[in-house]
């Protein structure tokens, strides 16, 4: 089965500073998806930013960038001039592609980010 | 275009009664997915839906049912309520079940009392 693992609860940074949220998965696939979703106190689950694991080159969205290393199994965030309203919970998803496709979005526990004004 | 619309926002309920969300997917989406949200459990997977047929269930108990309709919008049903059913209620939708990503509703709060 996947897991996926977000080991840092809670996060805080300065505004205007950059920070690195971290994410593990395990799984016996060789292609997948990875996504990082962001969850504001309104509860909509936003997509930040997506990778799929065929692709070497590292997502890029405007501040948002990812650092994927397919052997490790490591899928980090990496949040540039961070923003007041970038405080929210941040999840990491892992979901298979191929064949099965849409099959579901397995989440790891989540990051809460604080932006320090 | 008009997001992923989960109805009502609020919900709640006693022990034993059943309860019925609505997901309407994106235009033009025809997979629809339930995420159950908790403090305690996370995020999981309830069960996905395409073309009126459900492609995938999560480890719940037979009380979580669903149904997918045929303009694609889709309902869930918890029957005999328990405490533990409290939770967000989240709905995803993708254009198709081998198409990523899944674009998510504000989700429904639903309170068990």
């Known amino acids: 089965a996947q897991t996926v693992t977000q080991s840092q609860p809670e996060m805080s940074v300065q505004e205007a500073e950059t920070v690195t949220l971290s994410c593990t998965y395990d799984t016996s696939e060789s292609d997948y998806y990875l996504f990082w979703y962001k969850q504001p106190p309104s509860r909509q689950m936003i997509l930040v930013i997506r990778?799929?694991?065929?692709?070497?080159q590292n997502a890029t969205e405007n501040r948002f960038s990812v650092n994927f290393q397919k052997a490790a199994k490591s899928f980090s965030l990496k949040i540039s001039d961070s923003q007041l309203g970038d405080a929210a919970m941040y999840f990491c998803?892992?979901?298979?592609?191929?064949?099965?496709?849409?099959?579901?979005?397995?989440f790891g526990t989540g990051t809460r980010l604080t932006i320090i004004p | 275009k008009a997001g992923v619309t989960q109805t009502p926002r609020y919900l709640i309920k006693t022990r034993g009664q059943q309860v019925t969300l609505s997901c309407s997917p994106i235009s033009g989406h025809r997979s629809v997915s339930w995420y159950q949200q908790t403090p305690g459990q996370g995020l999981q997977f309830l069960f996905e839906?395409?073309?009126?047929?459900?492609?995938n269930k999560g480890n719940f108990p037979g009380r979580f049912s669903g149904r997918q309709f045929s303009n694609s919008r889709s309902e869930m049903n918890v029957s005999t309520l328990e405490l533990g059913d409290s939770a967000l209620y989240l709905c995803?939708?993708?254009?198709?079940?081998?198409?990523?990503?899944?674009?998510f509703g504000d989700g429904t709060r639903l309170s068990i009392l």
């Open positions: 839906y395409f073309s009126e047929t459900q492609r």
């Open positions: 990778q799929e694991a065929y692709k070497q």
């Open positions: 995803a939708s993708s254009l198709g079940p081998r198409v990523q990503p899944q674009h």
């Open positions: 998803a892992y979901s298979p592609s191929g064949e099965r496709g849409n099959e579901k979005l397995t």
